[in-house]
């Protein structure tokens, strides 16, 4: 008697404690009665009769991601596999449809993904689907978002994750992207250079007309200093034929000095021995003379030589030999 009791007592006390249960945070529970539906039940504890009543099921009210993928072909017959990220959840107020309307949410899900991909990747080239993935992600959520909300979920987002054409196309692709940024390269480097080539051909320029100004200010100045050089020797009695020849030794002199200064040099000047200077004088000096001789005699030739005088007729002798012409 007292077993049979204690039996009881525990076979009381589990049903008493059936009789109560939790439910988590961001879940709900379904309970029915007798195979028939009874409420839905939130988070916390919460209290079913035992036996008559039971939990049917805990649905998930998190987001939740499902991750499609979906092979298919764009408008100019390049096939590609897609990923499709659906984030979804359960309306919390309708956790009855979401329960009893469908059996596998996430099959249902995967049949609208791949009917919207399929029907919008086929209008699209190969370059307008990696441009316009967010617009396919936009038409699959708004699809999805008509069909899902009547079975009691909600669609937080979609997202095309991964665009994956076949390894020929991509390295096709490739090769094209390279092509057009080596040609950018070298019309970089051709501009490169020719603004290179423009601007050294301007700073030769201008290196050559300083030049050019330097020496012909240079000899300006030369003749300016042999002027006065002429004048100065001519004021103390020499000739300019005898300065210009000083000058021509000076100078001749000045240039041995400088090229003596310098211990690398291998000019050689010739002639260049003692008596180089003289002859040179000389040789000067009696070309200047003869060069004077000549010329006297060219201007005392053109004297002489004078243009004969045209021949007037007289007027007394036409009258005289007229008649005989005429006779």
């Known amino acids: 008697m007292n077993t049979a009791l204690i039996?009881?007592?525990?076979?009381?006390?589990?049903?008493?404690?059936s009789s109560f249960f939790t439910v988590k945070q961001q879940s709900s529970v379904v309970i029915e009665r007798f195979g028939k539906f009874l409420s839905v039940r939130n988070s916390g504890l919460q209290l079913k009769i035992p036996i008559v009543d039971r939990i049917a099921g805990r649905v998930n009210l998190k987001i939740q991601q499902l991750d499609v993928i979906i092979e298919t072909k764009t408008k100019d017959n390049v096939f590609i596999k897609m990923k499709v990220s659906v984030q979804f959840k359960v309306i919390q107020e309708k956790v009855y449809d979401a329960f009893y309307k469908l059996e596998y949410p996430h099959d249902q899900i995967t049949a609208y993904v791949f009917d919207v991909v399929r029907a919008e990747v086929p209008k699209l080239k190969l370059d307008d689907v990696f441009e316009r993935k967010d617009d396919i992600a936009i038409a699959v959520k708004r699809e999805l978002n008509e069909a899902m909300t009547t079975y009691g979920y909600d669609i937080i987002n979609t997202l095309v994750t991964d665009i994956d054409p076949d390894?020929?196309?991509?390295?096709?692709?490739?090769?094209?992207?390279?092509?057009?940024?080596?040609?950018?390269?070298?019309?970089?480097?051709?501009?490169?250079?020719?603004?290179r080539i423009v601007a050294k051909a301007k700073a030769e320029a201008e290196s050559k007309r300083l030049q050019g100004q330097g020496i012909a200010d240079q000899r300006r100045e030369i003749a300016r200093g042999l002027v006065e050089s002429v004048e100065v020797l001519n004021n103390v009695g020499i000739n300019s034929q005898e300065a210009s020849a000083l000058i021509v030794v000076t100078q001749h002199y000045d240039t041995l000095q400088a090229i003596g200064a310098d211990a690398n040099s291998n000019l050689i000047l010739l002639p260049n021995s003692p008596q180089a200077g003289s002859d040179m004088l000389n040789n000067m000096v009696a070309s200047f003379t003869a060069s004077n001789q000549v010329g006297e005699m060219m201007k005392k030739n053109n004297k002489k030589v004078e243009k004969p005088k045209p021949i007037q007729p007289q007027s007394g002798y036409e009258d005289d030999i007229q008649p005989d012409v005429q006779q």
């Open 7 to 17: 039996i009881l007592l525990v076979f009381g006390f589990f049903i008493f404690m």
């Open 167 to 195: 390894i020929q196309v991509k390295n096709a692709m490739n090769r094209i992207n390279a092509a057009d940024r080596e040609k950018t390269a070298a019309e970089f480097e051709a501009e490169s250079s020719r603004i």
